[in-house]
Nanobody, 127 residues
């Protein structure tokens, strides 16, 4: 699976952005993948942002973005999205989409559990 993230940019605090990640799928059906967004600020480790499961589409979020970000997927378009609102300067970073198969609930927030990664898209929030 090849993932291509897009939609990043520069936005003022309080603004909104919608990230998209399109997948070219081979082998496993796209709908079988758990899909997630991670982010990495300059000088910091990559951190979990949000995930949407393959079965049932249940979503989970990092506490820092809960209530402000929404992850969704469109299996017909082989795509996953991250709608971000109420952006804060601390949301600045490179955002990566990721896909993995067969993940259990306790592993969803760990980057090493995901097999496929997009190239990242920069989000910068100015104060």
């Amino acid at each position: 699976v090849q993932l291509q993230a897009s939609g990043g940019g520069l936005v003022q605090a309080g603004g909104s952005l919608r990230l998209s990640c399109a997948a070219s799928s081979s082998g496993r059906t796209f709908s079988d993948y758990t899909l997630a967004w991670f982010r990495q600020a300059l000088g910091k480790e990559r951190e979990f942002v949000a995930v949407i499961r393959s079965t049932g589409g249940r979503t989970y979020y990092a506490d820092s973005v809960k209530g402000r970000f929404t992850i969704s997927r469109d299996n017909a378009k082989n795509s996953v999205y991250l709608q971000m609102s109420g952006l804060k300067p601390e949301d600045t970073g490179v955002y990566y989409c990721a896909a993995g198969g067969g993940l259990i609930l306790s592993s969803l927030r760990y980057a090493e559990q995901y097999t496929y990664w997009g190239q990242g898209t920069q989000v910068t929030v100015s104060s």
